[in-house]
């Protein structure tokens, strides 16, 4: 496969940023993971705006217009010739000397990779996921806010690894105030009740547009849908729990610091709304020019 850096589209083993970048050297960058089902990019539009709505917030030029970053994602899955897959665009401050003071960074690096991913092995889709709360908080929204997707993603990864520690595949982050606020790389839902609750993002979470999807779909479904604050143990008592992401998709989960989930097993609403889900993403995308495979 190809990777677009900076206009260019060169194979995998020459795709390489300097040591000078700044998103190597202190994290200077943003990025957005997008993915495209049978060759159309699924919520192509809702991705590039929260790419230059972070760009915005820590002062990032961007070196391409929007409608030329959407462009640059479908030519690269063009370029692949890849109907199916997880897109990583990344922006980063750029080539600059050692020194935090970005202005020394004269022009930012725009890489798009386009992978298989699944993120979760298959059968956690089927059976659900157990997970556990975890020591390391979800920084705070006055501090670098939760809202931006920058490359200084170490919290989540503390999160990704304090799971596998306590041998689960997934974690939450509270905040400081012991509310949850999302798993390492997605949302968080509760169903209670016959209704569905998801944490405001002003607690600490980033604005999934997975989460706004399912928020959508619960609409449409006439399924209440509420953002609401809850803790752990509005979890352990949920009669479901589910998570979304753009590479999680909709999970299941049964399991929460050993607690069994409502009846152990992924609930009815879940599967509801995950088969609703799965019928959207084939349908609300923008469609890869010149795909000539399946
Ligand atoms: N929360 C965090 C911290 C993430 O990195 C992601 C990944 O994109 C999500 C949630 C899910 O957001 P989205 O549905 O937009 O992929």
Redesign the pocket.
């Known amino acids: 496969t190809m990777v677009y850096l900076d206009g260019a589209f060169v194979p995998k083993s020459e795709a390489v940023v300097s040591v000078f970048d700044h998103g190597f050297l202190y994290g200077d960058g943003i990025f957005e993971?997008i993915r495209c089902y049978g060759g159309n990019v699924f919520c192509l539009h809702e991705?590039i705006v929260?790419l230059y709505e972070s760009a915005k917030s820590i002062l990032l030029d961007m070196p391409l217009s929007m409608e030329e970053m959407g462009h640059a994602v479908l030519e690269t899955l063009r370029v692949n010739q890849m109907s199916d897959a997880y897109i990583r665009l990344i922006v980063s401050r750029g080539v600059g000397n050692l020194g935090l003071d970005p202005r020394s960074c004269l022009k930012s690096t725009v890489i798009i990779i386009t992978e298989q991913l699944s993120l979760f092995p298959a059968e956690f889709y089927e059976q659900g996921l157990a997970i556990v709360t975890v020591p390391t908080r979800r920084n705070i929204p006055d501090a670098l806010n939760?809202k931006i997707?920058s490359l200084n993603y170490l919290n989540?990864i503390l999160v990704k690894m304090e799971a596998a520690r306590a041998g689960v595949q997934e974690a939450l982050m509270l905040n400081q105030d012991g509310y949850v606020c999302?798993?390492?790389?997605?949302?968080i839902f509760l169903v209670k009740n016959g209704k569905i609750i998801t944490p405001p993002t002003y607690l600490g979470?980033?604005e999934?547009?997975?989460?706004n999807i399912v928020i959508e779909l619960c609409e449409e479904m006439g399924i209440p849908c509420e953002e609401k604050p809850f803790t752990r143990h509005d979890v352990y008592v949920a009669d479901e729990v589910f998570l979304?992401?753009?590479?999680a998709e909709m999970i299941p989960v049964i399991d929460c610091d050993g607690r069994v989930i409502g009846t152990g097993q992924p609930g009815e609403m879940t599967r509801r709304l995950t088969e609703a889900f799965r019928g959207i993403t084939h349908r609300r995308g923008t469609k890869v020019p010149e795909l000539y495979i399946e």
Do not use: C, V
């Open positions: 993971g991705h929260r939760p997707k989540n999302e798993g390492s790389g997605d949302n979470a980033l999934g547009i997975t989460r979304t992401g753009t590479a």
